[in-house]
Structures are given as C-alpha cells and as structure tokens.
C-alpha cells in the first residue's frame, strides 16, 4: 500500500465545471483544498455551458491556486510535483487545468502528474481516514457524467464490473430535477424535495438487468416523465400505484414533486445499493467505496451503510463531488508508480478507468 508521496503536491482539478486546487503534504495528506463551483453562471441554462465552464476555469484557475498556497501556509516555489486532471471531462475545461499545471511544472521544473478523473473518485475513500480501505474493493463511482462499478486491486489495478448503458446516476438527478422545475444542480434539489414528504404511494420501475452489473436510468427517467405529464396508461398507473386511488390524471396533489422527488430517489438508490452489494459479495471485496457526486446523496449513504457486509468507505460530501485533493492522492499514487510524466501531455476526453 502506498503511504506517501513527495513533501508537497498541488493538485489541479478542472474536468467539468468546478475549479479546485490542492496542496498535499507527503502525497495524502490534504492541507488545503479550495474550490469554486460555477453553479450560477449554468443555473439559468438547466445544465453545464462547455464554453462558460472552461472560460470560468481561465479567470479563476490562478486565484483558486493563490488561496489554496496560502491556506497551506507555502510558497510556490516549494512545490515538489504538480498533478493534474487529464480526463475523462469537458475537452476545453481539462485544457485549461493542464495548461495552468504545465506552465507551474515548467516554471518550477518539478514533473508534471497526469491523472485520471475516475481514479481520482476512487482515491478519494483514501483522504481524512485513520486507515485506508482494505483491499481488494468494489466501488461504485457514481457522478454526473459517470455510473461504474469497479473492482480496485490495488491503486492502479482496475476492472470495470459495469456502467450504465445510457445515463449517469447523477444525469439522471440533473435531468428528472430539471423536469419538475427544481432547478439546477438535480441532485441536491432531489434531496431537499423528497425530504418534505416521508413517504409517497409511487412505485417507479426499477431496471435491474439481471445477471449483469449494468445499470440502466433511462427507463425510470421516462416513467418519471409520464407521470409528471400525466401521460400513464391504467396498467402503468396501476402498476406504480400501490393504492390506484391516489391517482387520477390532472389530478393536483400536494407536494406532487416532493412525491416524484422521493419515488425517483428511492427507485436509484435500490439498485446502485443492491448491484453494489452483490458486486462485493461476489467479488468477495474486502471493503466498499461509495463515490462521486451522486455519493453526496444521504440515502444512497445511509441506505449502502445498512446493507454493507464489509466496511464501507464513503469520502465526505465536499470529497465525493469534484475536488482536487482525491487528484493530489492519485497524482501520489502515480509518482510512486513511476508514471509522473516530463513528457509532452495531452487531455484524454474519453478517458476510461480500465
Ligand atoms: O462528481 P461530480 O461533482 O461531477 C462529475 O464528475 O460529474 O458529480 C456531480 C453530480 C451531479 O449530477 C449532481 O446532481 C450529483 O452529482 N449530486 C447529487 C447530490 N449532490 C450532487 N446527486 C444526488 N444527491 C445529492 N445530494
Ligand atoms: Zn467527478
């Protein structure tokens, strides 16, 4: 297991639409994390602008570096290795970051550490804990942009168990969110509406693609639309009505959206919760990681806890959505791997864990 890293690592991350610079001390240790997330330049669109996002990264990528130096209490010039997101992400986004990083590297001649996003979600369960995850693990990274289950042998061993065939988890929040009108981003809006009822007569179908570690939200996300639309046919109402009588269409019920709110969460979080567990098992895992910004979400924590047979490492709420410093512990890792780079570099978009 690796233990450290150099004295002191700054770590870049800018792949979707936070900006976030890390200092860490021997590679794991994070003494200052700052990052600024752009939610309301994309708010009034719904949803991330590429072109605002990587734009936002350029005006603030320096001063978020400033800050997180003189958080940690050291000078630039002190930094041993500087590491940075490569991908997967938002082309023009990643470039900013790397661009920002390549030019501290060269200017500082200490190498330059590409990282890989998802590695970064997995290196997270590393960060504020007494003891790492013992090993092997299964994690579900679940974000924005990604839903995999993966088998993490060691840091930089992986296999991908499954992914989502169509949307991400967290997609899935951003979008049903955006179609009950809670605004942008899905996730945390879900939650605070289904937290106003404490329980709601909808059943949302599930996708569980037996015999397979895929997951599948399109389905539910069209269910959800239905319904919103009052679009259900009788079998389908009757069928994720347990009591009919509580629907009829145009019907106006109170806290209709607190209702499809908590349904809809509840429908995600049974099965990331059940295909990670039997992923685990399976696999005979020797602990859990619960990751990525959907990880933030209070059910799906409190929900895998109750049903975990190994221990289950979920990173804090500010480490599970995008930050650097789960960049800085995978920079670490790849120093110790050999893999830091004087080489030219280059954003990888499409970049995969395995
Ligand atoms: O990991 P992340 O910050 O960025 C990506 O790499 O995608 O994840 C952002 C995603 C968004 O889709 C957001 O709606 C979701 O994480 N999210 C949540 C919660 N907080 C953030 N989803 C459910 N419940 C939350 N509390
Ligand atoms: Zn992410």
Same mark, same amino acid.
């Given at each position: 297991m690796i233990e450290t890293g150099p004295p002191w690592l700054l770590a870049i991350e800018t792949s979707c639409d936070d900006t976030s #610079?890390? $200092?860490?001390?021997?590679? $794991?240790?994070?003494?200052a994390t700052v990052s600024q997330a752009q939610i309301e330049p994309h708010a009034i669109f719904g949803g991330i602008v590429p072109e605002v996002a990587s734009?936002?990264?350029?005006q603030i990528v320096d001063e978020v570096c400033?800050?997180?130096?003189?958080?940690?209490?050291i000078k630039v010039g002190e930094i041993d290795a500087v590491? #940075?997101? $490569?991908?997967?992400?938002l082309p023009g986004s990643l470039m900013v970051g790397l661009e920002?990083?390549?030019?501290?590297?060269?200017?500082?001649? #200490?190498?330059?550490v590409p990282v890989n996003h998802l590695e970064g979600h997995i290196a997270a369960a590393w960060l504020d804990v007494d003891r790492p995850p013992e090993l092997p693990a299964v994690a579900l990274i679940v974000s924005g942009g990604h839903t995999e289950l993966v088998f993490v042998k060691a840091p930089g061993s992986y296999r991908v168990l499954g992914r989502t065939r169509d949307d991400a988890a967290g997609e899935a929040f951003d979008k049903v969110a955006r179609m009950l009108g809670l605004g942008f981003p899905g996730g945390p809006k879900i939650e605070q509406a289904a937290a106003m009822v404490s329980s709601t007569p909808i059943d949302f179908p599930r996708s569980w693609l037996e015999g397979t570690n895929d997951f599948s939200f399109s389905g539910l996300k069209a269910a959800v639309q239905r319904l919103h639309d009052d679009k259900l046919g009788p079998?389908?109402?009757a069928r994720m009505f347990s009591n009919s009588d509580v629907w009829t269409p145009k019907r106006a019920w109170p806290n209709r959206a607190a209702h499809i709110a908590l349904a809809f969460e509840q429908a995600v979080v049974d099965v990331l919760v059940h295909k990670t567990i039997r992923a685990a098992e399976i696999h005979h895992a020797r602990s859990i990681i619960l990751t990525g910004g959907v990880a933030a979400n209070s059910r799906l924590r409190r929900e895998m806890q109750a049903a975990a047979p190994v221990p289950l490492y979920i990173p804090l709420p500010s480490r599970c959505t995008d930050n650097a410093a789960m960049i800085g512990v995978a920079g670490a890792w790849a120093i110790a791997r050999g893999d830091e780079s004087f080489q030219p570099v280059d954003i990888a978009p499409?970049?995969?864990i395995a």
């Open positions: #610079v890390a $200092i860490l001390r021997d590679g $794991i240790i994070p003494m734009r936002i990264h350029m400033r800050s997180a130096l003189s958080q940690a209490g590491a #940075v997101t $490569i991908g997967p992400g920002f990083g390549r030019g501290l590297a060269y200017g500082l001649e #200490v190498p330059l079998d389908e109402a499409g970049l995969r």
